[in-house]
């Protein structure tokens, strides 16, 4: 089985990551999508994150009856900063059965050079690459042209921010559509984002 392994830190997840994961289901010879919630992204470690067990609570009502997406928690608990290159190399250790593909977004595929050991993350899995806001889907491929692995998805550029959802529930205003209703209701019961 492939599965295609999308990490964030999911604060919170919302339409445009479930919009994502069925696309890459699309892909042929894809079987899963996971949704790996991050406990500490090595490029934002200066900012604060929900606990665990809010992002992973969310993340399973974000996908709930989404046959062929989970939630995972498979990197909880390894210790911080949780490089995608060691969470994949573990992946294959301790799933030797399955393959993985990871799932990124333009801007991450341009920045990929700054990521611990991209050659290896090359060399091993299929790198997904999905449009993302202001950056062309083609931008810094050419240094990765060697690479057959890549492939560029296409489909709509979402407009979608973590970052902006939080921002109106802190201001008390409606997050919008973007947000599922029950990954809203997990947010309200458990006051995130009020501080």
């Not at 999911?10 to 445009?16: A, E, Q, S, T």
Request: net charge neutral.
């Amino acid at each position: 089985m492939t599965i295609a392994c999308l990490f964030g830190t999911f604060d919170p997840p919302h339409r445009g990551h479930v919009h994502i994961a069925r696309r890459v289901l699309e892909v042929p010879g894809i079987d899963r999508v996971w949704l790996v919630v991050t406990p500490r992204n090595p490029f934002k470690m200066d900012r604060a994150v929900s606990p665990d067990q809010d992002r992973m609570a969310m993340v399973r009502l974000a996908v709930q009856g989404l046959h062929g997406v989970e939630a995972s928690e498979a990197e909880l608990g390894l210790p911080p900063p949780n490089y995608t290159a060691d969470t994949l190399a573990l992946f294959r250790s301790r799933w030797p059965e399955h393959r993985f593909a990871l799932v990124i977004g333009s801007d991450n595929l341009a920045q990929l050079h700054r990521w611990k050991d991209p050659e290896a993350i090359l060399a091993n899995h299929r790198v997904l690459v999905y449009p993302r806001p202001g950056v062309d889907l083609h931008q810094g491929r050419s240094g990765l042209a060697g690479h057959a692995g890549i492939t560029l998805l296409e489909g709509p550029v979402m407009d979608i921010s973590s970052t902006r959802i939080r921002t109106a529930i802190r201001e008390g205003r409606d997050p919008g559509p973007d947000l599922d209703p029950a990954v809203y209701a997990h947010i309200a019961e458990r006051k995130l984002y009020r501080d």
